[in-house]
């Protein structure tokens, strides 16, 4: 039996369906909010709860502690920490725009200071949560699911009435997914639904008008520009915000000179006063920031008020744009709109979350509808059976008194009265005081009362116009209830600010390496040589320097490997042998010539560069990295187009195995690999021998290596071109490529060189693009041939041998890149 129980699964099978489902719990049932009450289920479940605690506002406050009980016990069964973090930033006036909760007690502070413990606060509900999101909860407008252990109903979703979504932000990181929503201003927000509602086609330029900003509770400044209309169109952008600062004179001491101060009297939304003051003060001490004295938090229980007193000979206009420039007192705020919409998260705009809450809005005013419908139906059903009974009163008395029990007269009434079972049972508990004629006149007019409000009722469930009116005048009058002013400022002309406070900042690696280039002269050549020296010469110096024509075997300059005009900016790629890849910031060798891994960023430090690569921008190229172990993988170029100025992986390694060569491939050309025992295999690139994969992939074995040999090189070659191979022993031959017969991936291949020593082994192959190619010799020994000097050979020709002095032997081939 219990081995029929075991059933066997793919261990990355169920690691997949186990994280996927961790992910989904996460991204719905934690950390994103809901696009309907803007809540996340944690906080949801605390204000349903306090709500069932009868925790009104007109209520006492009540102990944090028991609040928190209630939740883990009924409904949120995870740590009492989480609950309560969640229950504090309800409560907090510097978090939320709108707080929900009205709290009594420490429940932290703008400085990062820590809520007390849960069992010293008190809270309760907020009126705004108490009206706008759980006054209709009872009138069956949202749907209600069994809790953990069914033993109780909780609400899927609150029955707001504002979109506090964007009343009151939101903040949350999911599984591959984060929401950071900013708090806005409520009567804007309101006249922004209620233009929707008028006019569902109004245009982005009046909705953007209507809602222009954020409204952050901490106040501050924002900046108007693209940040702004990028979050509102399209779900996410990046909203440029600052502190309020002015400047004033102040005075120290008794006896002491007055000075300028720059006093902060807000700060952006998010920032830790403490914390920013803490950071100003280090960068005073380190001389970053000149020209201030003294730092105090004059902050009190009446507002914010930090004084950075300057000294005497210090600018206070300059001081302050430092500030701004060089601390958070300018900051973004990087927004993404994004929530869960029936239950999937989805990044959304401005629009889309207005329109969500309207759908929304009008389904829970439909059931709130419908509910009051049937409980005046079945109110008016009862009163007008009543009224029926007092007509016929003596006629009902004797019904009952006829009757042998409760049943039988009610089946008698319901008989010989034409009343409903609902009816009958209402008369037969009717107390002596409706005999009353006041009462009886107050069952009338009830009645009259009753039949009105279905009339009513039913205007607005048949006419979708008077429906969208009452949702107009619940909202408006929510808008007056709660509006208050804006406390942040909008600034227009943000981008312009922006830009010039970019451009006052030292310059990025971009802007660095363009002012460089910029300072180059026109005519100049990049000159890269065999043992990584980069430099910029003038075309006259690099005739002097003779570095294409043919020498004899000695100790001459390191030969070239690349020679390029910089005209154009041309863009280089350095490949190492980890197989990682960076762009050469070779613009810097104008003024500061230097070795490759000087041009490269900090983090190549340490690996050997293997090639370095002009970046093409044909997308119909490919580049094939070879390793080691014999395996090759095609990437496509459009992999390197967008690098930044840092170093990313472009082939996974595993351990000894090192990055070869690196071949520019086109489709239908012919792919040649060289190994040490002179083998070469030729195979036509195309994506059945040679697929284009993705960045972290190994790629397939193209050439299986016997025991002692490795792979020397690989070359794309067309048709009519040549290749060059050379031994360790001075051998060198120009192979014909075409002569080669094509092969497949795994197979032995032919013969390319046949050695005149049977010791020798082939070290370089390589392709015969230039007409120049450096034999190198040693460490700085080598001879320089042109490539018409040698015969093109089949593959059973056995090259020409350059004899080499005792001792020295063929390192590898440098051919000049042009």
Known sequence: MAEERIQPIALHHEMQRSYLEYAMSVIVGRALPDVRDGLKPVQRRILFAMHELGLTPDRPYRKCARVVGDVLGKYHPHGDQAVYDALVRLVQTFASRHPLLDGHGNFGSVDDDPA????????????????????????????????????????????????FLLLNGCSGIAVGMATNIPP??????????????????????????????????????????SGVRDTYLNGRGSIPMRGVAHIEEVQPGKGRHRRSAVVITELPYQLSKAGWIEKLAEQVNDGKIGGIADIRDESDRDGMRVVVELRRDAEADKVLSELQRRTALQSNFGAILLALVNGKPQQLSLRQLLEQFLEYRERTLIRRTNHALKRAEDRLEVVEGLIKALDSLQRVIELIQAASDAASAKASLQVHLDLSERQAEAVLAMPLRRLTGLEQDGLRSEAKELRNERTRLRE??????????????????????FNTPRRTRLVEGGDALVALRAAAVRPNAEQQRQQA?????????????????????????????????????GEHPAPARLILPITGQPSLLALTSGGRVALLRWEF?????????????????GERVVQVLPLESDPALSLGLLSSDGRFKRLPISEFQELSGRAISVLKLRDEVVLRRVVCCREGDDLIV???????????????????????????????????????????????????????????????AAGLRRCQRGDLGQIGMHFKD???????LQGLGSAVVSVLVGDKRHFRLQADQLESQEASGSGQLFPLPAGESVEELVPLIR
């Open 116 to 163: 007390a413990a849960m069992r010293y606060t008190e809270t309760r509900l907020a009126p705004i949560s108490h009206e706008g999101l759980l006054d209709e909860i009872g009138s069956d407008t949202v749907d209600f699911a069994p809790n953990f252990d069914g033993s109780q109903q909780e609400p899927t979703v609150l029955p707001a009435q504002l979109p």
């Open 184 to 225: 806005h201003n409520l009567g804007e927000v309101v006249d922004a639904v209620i233009a929707l509602v008028r006019n569902p086609d109004l245009s982005d330029e009046k909705l953007l008008a209507l809602v222009p900003g954020p409204d952050f509770p901490t106040g501050g400044e924002v900046l108007l520009g």
């Open 460 to 481: 607005l469930l048949d006419n979708r116009s008077s429906l969208l009116e009452a949702l107009v005048h619940e909202l408006k009058v929510l808008k007056k209830r």
């Open 517 to 553: 280039y910029g300072a180059l002269a026109s005519d100049g050549r990049l000159l890269i040589s065999s043992d990584g020296q980069v430099r910029i010469v003038a075309p006259q110096t690099l005739g002097r320097l003779h570095l294409e024509e043919p020498v004899e075997l």
């Open 589 to 605: 060798a104008g003024q500061q010539p230097g070795n490759l891994e000087k041009f490269l960023p900090d983090s190549l430090e």
């Open 674 to 736: 060289a190994s040490s025992t002179g083998r070469v295999l030729k195979l036509e690139v195309n994506e059945a021998n040679l697929p284009v994969m993705g960045r972290t992939a190994q790629g397939p074995v193209l050439m299986r290596l016997l025991p002692g040999e490795a792979v020397v090189g690989a070359v794309a070659a067309g048709e009519g071109d040549d290749v060059l191979l050379a031994s360790r022993g001075g051998q060198l031959k120009r192979l014909r």
């Open 758 to 764: 049977r010791s020798d082994q082939l070290v370089d």
